[in-house]
């Protein structure tokens, strides 16, 4: 009898501890979650995290908040993030480069890849060449003979340092033979504003930042660095079309929670971020703004996350890339 009242006691003494943070995870959400985007607003993370945010307050019933929190190369907003409470009150809509290649970049980065759990990925966007108006070019093969015929005098906007955009144009410069000068921004809206005023002569970036200057002509696009054309932008070739074979990028936009955040949560954030990919309302709008959607589990997107970390870490050292 004695022994059985020491078991029921401490049961009850452990039920007694883990049933707040049961009964807190059986009630997220309870109070707004803030969606931290680590850029400036107008670019492709913005976007994307626009996209979703405004569906998952109506899915978990409760206001999700996005806080652009730019600067630092993407590692402000991220470092806010994997310094955040693991609750599921604070979430960081990445962006790939920012992930995947500031490790490598970045002797003393304030955070690392493993401060975090992948949640679900938001979209991937394969990169898009783009050079301005005032360029005397219509293709990709007369803009390599412009560049060649002006080497270092043409110049190429990123979304900063490191950024896939710097690292594109590294790659184009050696693919196609060239010379031409990075200059890095803080985020790919004041990257594109100096690209479309004609500061600038081109960039390689992600559909979403680009795509209504694509369409009203206020940018040509010379080519999709992917390996099939995409259906939004049917008429824009892929750079083996356009006579550089070998020459593709991806970019992508994904949800990540601190390390740590309790599996229901993150399961719960899966399921409301997957759901609301499958509408046609965000496939069609996606598709217009020239992204894939993918429906992974918070495993696959670990998994992924993961592999992009040590492939652009390689890519980095090869080439011996730095910031500037």
Do not use: C
């Not at 004695?2 to 049933?19: F, G, H, N």
């Not at 626009?50 to 652009?68: K, M």
């Not at 979403?208 to 070739?237: C, E, M, Q, T």
Request: charged share 15%.
């Amino acid at each position: 009898m004695q022994r059985r009242r020491v078991i029921a006691l401490s049961a009850a003494v452990l039920a007694a501890a883990v049933a707040p943070g049961a009964h807190a995870q059986a009630g997220y959400p309870d109070k707004p979650i803030t969606m931290v985007v680590p850029a400036p607003p107008g670019g492709g993370t913005d976007l994307v995290a626009r996209l979703y945010a405004d569906l998952l307050s109506q899915e978990l019933g409760q206001q999700v908040i996005v806080d652009n929190k730019g600067g630092g190369n993407g590692n402000v907003g991220t470092a806010i993030v994997a310094r955040a409470k693991p609750d599921g009150y604070t979430l960081l809509m990445q962006y790939s480069a920012y992930h995947s290649a500031n490790p490598a970049l970045v002797k003393e980065l304030s955070w690392k890849p493993e401060d975090f759990t992948g949640v679900a990925m938001g979209a991937i966007a394969p990169h898009v060449i783009v050079i301005a108006k005032k360029v005397p070019a219509d293709d990709l093969k007369s803009f390599i003979a412009y560049a060649k015929a002006n080497p270092g005098k043409l110049n190429y906007a990123s979304v900063g340092a490191g950024s896939v955009p710097h690292l594109g144009g590294v790659m184009l410069n050696k693919a196609a033979g060239i010379d031409l000068v990075h200059v890095p921004y803080k985020g790919a809206g004041p990257a594109t504003a100096d690209l479309v005023a004609g500061q600038v002569e081109l960039m390689v970036v992600t559909p979403p930042s680009v795509s209504a200057h694509i369409r009203n002509g206020n940018l040509k696009a010379l080519a999709l660095a992917s390996d099939k054309r995409h259906p939004a932008f049917a008429d824009i070739p892929t750079t083996a079309e356009a006579g550089l074979a070998g020459y593709t990028l991806d970019g992508w936009f994904a949800l990540f929670a601190p390390a740590g955040t309790p599996q229901p949560i993150v399961d719960k954030l899966n399921a409301a971020m997957r759901k609301i990919a499958a509408t046609d309302q965000v496939r069609q709008r996606a598709s217009q703004l020239g992204t894939v959607l993918v429906d992974w589990s918070p495993a696959e997107m670990d998994a992924f996350a993961r592999k992009e970390v040590a492939g652009w870490g390689k890519v980095i050292r090869d080439n011996n890339i730095t910031i500037d």
